[in-house]
T-cell receptor, first 113, second 113 residues
Framework: GDSVTQMEGPVTLSEEAFLTINCTYTATGYPSLFWYVQYPGEGLQLLLKATKADDKGSNKGFEATYRKETTSFHLEKGSVQVSDSAVYFCALSDRYNFNKFYFGSGTKLNVKP | EAQVTQNPRYLITVTGKKLTVTCSQNMNHEYMSWYRQDPGLGLRQIYYSMNVEVTDKGDVPEGYKVSRKEKRNFPLILESPSPNQTSLYFC????????????FGEGSRLTVL
């Protein structure tokens, strides 16, 4: 079945450091890929998405590229801020049947001033 | 303001006492779904609904029921709660055309003693 694997956290960085959170997936069809972010005490919010191979999703300085050859969708940001501290979830759904979503276990990011 | 509203936000109950967690969205979304979030497991889909009177099981439906009598509401029913249903629950909605762009509620933390 479909699944998503994320690097375990927590990840602790200093402000302005470079961020990478690894995400790999297993899918039988043609998945769309997503990164969601959860700030403390809140629900998840869509951060970015990519719907086909080689697409790059980007938002708020975050980027992720859909790599079909390595089945990966790693999240990157060049310079993190304290306000980026949150839990980040990688997720997938089938492009033609988005009824079901599969989420990774989440990676907590702590950014220190 | 566009939102997904869940109630209650926090609940402590005892084994076997039926409870309902309500979910309402004001965005006229066709798609609604329920997830549970557990440490180390990420979000797992319980049930989803593509439209009024159309519901289907997600990955972890055992012990839960849902109904979709109106487009805006999608309650989650625990007929006989057990301690293994202690979790953080999220409701989400989406327009059918915007694949993957889920709007989440703020979550309902349920404890079953």
């Amino acid at each position: 079945g479909d699944s998503v694997t994320q690097m375990e956290g927590p990840v602790t960085l200093s402000e302005e450091a470079f961020l990478t959170i690894n995400c790999t997936y297993t899918a039988t069809g043609y998945p769309s890929l997503f990164w969601y972010v959860q700030y403390p005490g809140e629900g998840l919010q869509l951060l970015l998405k990519a719907t086909k191979a080689d697409d790059k999703g980007s938002n708020k300085g975050f980027e992720a590229t859909y790599r079909k050859e390595t089945t990966s969708f790693h999240l990157e940001k060049g310079s993190v801020q304290v306000s980026d501290s949150a839990v980040y979830f990688c997720a997938l759904s089938d492009r033609y049947n988005f009824n079901k979503f599969y989420f990774g276990s989440g990676t907590k990011l702590n950014v220190k001033p | 303001e566009a939102q997904v509203t869940q109630n209650p936000r926090y609940l402590i109950t005892v084994t076997g006492k039926k409870l309902t967690v309500t979910c309402s969205q004001n965005m006229n979304h066709e798609y609604m779904s329920w997830y549970r979030q557990d440490p180390g497991l990420g979000l797992r889909q319980i049930y989803y609904s593509m439209n009024v009177e159309v519901t289907d099981k997600g990955d972890v439906p055992e012990g839960y029921k849902v109904s979709r009598k109106e487009k805006r509401n999608f309650p989650l029913i625990l007929e006989s709660p057990s301690p293994n249903q202690t979790s953080l629950y999220f409701c989400a909605s989406s327009r059918r055309e915007t694949t993957g762009e889920l709007f989440f509620g703020e979550g309902s933390r349920l404890t079953v003693l």
